[in-house]
């Protein structure tokens, strides 16, 4: 008797959803387990993207659908390696995607790094957006802040740096994110990066939002403004890099707006050491940087103390290893060959059967919405066809119940797709008795209760 291809997915983000949608699409008879380690899908997008983005929250929206479908189901909750085992996997699926993310911080390895105050752009995020896998309190005591890093992930930072907090009352951020922000005494937020405006990261949108508060004065200066033949082919070959190196040039040109936060965008200063005394952050010290010709920059010798009282790197994310699961440590990402997991890092090393993955854990945490479809794309393939010569595994309890009632026989307390829009209804009532659309839950056991109440 035939049945559906059994797979399961480890994490219900974007890489995680789009991997569902491949899947579903593919024409095949699909039955997918969704499984995540947080009572809440979504991943980055709900605990990763600033508050006041709703925009790309929308992302949501086209996320929900996919889960709205009969085929695919969302256990949440359930933490692999811990709830849920490898071999546990094997008796249940045909094959396994791992599309775990990236939530770690890259480090920046200059002197200093170990004192008080220097943080991961990722620790603040966490923060900011009511992931409660972090801290519920920060300290926004210093008046002038250094972001390194010249991505969207350092806008983000520099921005909620910069805002007030009754700015941002109005998005879902929870109670203890609004009380914290209330009291930020940041005056001013120095954003540095190493090369120039058209080696930036930045996408277009995001950078002139810097501009749409009242309470931000975005500063450049005109000195930083610089290009060499390399990056002059880049703006005329990318209109997206045309786009933010114009409106960093009239960053620098125009006429101050009188806003009381300063934000500036420092190009070309390269971070060499943190200073610090007694332990805590007391400032940044930079090596000024030139073009040199070929797209790249080099040292000047040219150094530069910044008076700052904390440091937050947004130099990349950085994947975490799974149980049992081979990694690759230098690259921070599950050795695969097109989304099929390798046995290791060496030259000629097998894929191991019915082992996949997808999105930043399968490439590094660099590009967008559409790179990550096109990584969900590539792997299902790669899973259909291996399916199809008989390259998969042979689950000895494949019904769909089987997964459900394994995880009752051991007392997971998992969350399902249902149980999201119980929490999902619980987060509005919270912020419509405020005029918020949403106010987020941050205590796991609050989540879970909501979803399973």
Known sequence: MSRPLRVAIIGSGPAGVYASDALMKSGREVSIDLYEKMPAPFGLIRYGVAPDHPRIKGIIKSLHRVLDKPEVRLIANVEFGKDVTLDELRELYDAVVFATGAVGDRDLNVPGADLDGHHGAGEFVGFYDGNPLFKRDWDLSAESVAVVGVGNVGLDVARILAKTGDELHVTEIPDNVYETLRTNKAREVHVFGRRGPAQAKFTPLELKELDHSPTIEVVVNPEDIDYDAVSESSRRESKIVDQVCS????YAIRDPKGAPHKLFIHFFESPVEILGEDGKVTGIRTERMELDGSGGVRGTGEFTDWPVGAVYRAVGYRSDALPGIPFDDRKAVIPNAGGRVLEGTDEGAGHITGLYTTGWVKRGPVGLIG???????????????????GNTFAPSKPGEDEALAFLESKGVPFVTWDGWYSLDAAERKLGEAEGRERKKIVEWDEMVEAARG
């Not at 409106?247 to 009239?250: Q, S």
């Open 247 to 250: 409106i960093i040039e009239n």
């Open 371 to 389: 790179n990550t479809k096109g990584d969900a794309n590539e792997t299902v393939a790669n899973l259909l066809e291996d399916y199809d010569a």
